[in-house]
C-alpha cells in the first residue's frame, strides 16, 4: 500500500510559481513511477509530468514543457512540480500518483495506469 501526502498548492497571480510537493510512503516495489495530473472543472483528468523513481527520467506534457519541472529527492521519498510563468489556464486540482512497476517499463501518461493517488490540492492562477 502506499500513501501520498501533497502539499504547496494555492493562490498565485499569472506569471508566477508554485513548488508542489508529494511524499510517498509504504511502498510495496523498490521500482515505481511517480506522476502529477491535474483536472479542471468540466474537463478529464489531464497528464502534468511524471518521473521514473531509479533512474529519474522526465516525461512532461507538452502544455507544461519548458514552465514545469518535476524532480525527486530521494532521501526524502518526494517528487516534485516546479512550476513558473503560471498561467491563468493552470487553474486546476492537482494529484500526485504512483505506478508501480515489476519490470524496467516506459513512463505513462494515462491516469488509468496509476494505482495509487493523493487527495488533491488545488491551484489557482488569477490574472
Known amino acids: 500500500q502506499v500513501q501520498l501526502v501533497e502539499s504547496g498548492g494555492g493562490l498565485v497571480q499569472a506569471g508566477g510559481s508554485l513548488r508542489l510537493s508529494c511524499a510517498a510512503s509504504?511502498?510495496?516495489?523498490?521500482?515505481?513511477?511517480m506522476g502529477w495530473f491535474r483536472q479542471a472543472p468540466g474537463k478529464e483528468r489531464e497528464f502534468v509530468a511524471a518521473?521514473?523513481?531509479?533512474?529519474?527520467?522526465?516525461v512532461g506534457a507538452d502544455s507544461v514543457k519548458g514552465r514545469f519541472t518535476i524532480s525527486r529527492d530521494i532521501a526524502k521519498n518526494t517528487v516534485y512540480l516546479q512550476m513558473n510563468s503560471l498561467k491563468p489556464e493552470d487553474t486546476a486540482v492537482y494529484y500526485c500518483?504512483?505506478?508501480?512497476?515489476?519490470?524496467?517499463?516506459?513512463?505513462?501518461?494515462?491516469?488509468?495506469?496509476?494505482?495509487?493517488w493523493g487527495q488533491g490540492t488545488q491551484v489557482t492562477v488569477s490574472s
Open positions: 509504504g511502498r510495496t516495489s523498490d521500482r515505481y513511477h
Open positions: 500518483a504512483v505506478k508501480t512497476v515489476g519490470w524496467i517499463s516506459p513512463i505513462r501518461i494515462s491516469p488509468s495506469e496509476y494505482e495509487y
Open positions: 518521473i521514473s523513481w531509479n533512474r529519474g527520467n522526465t
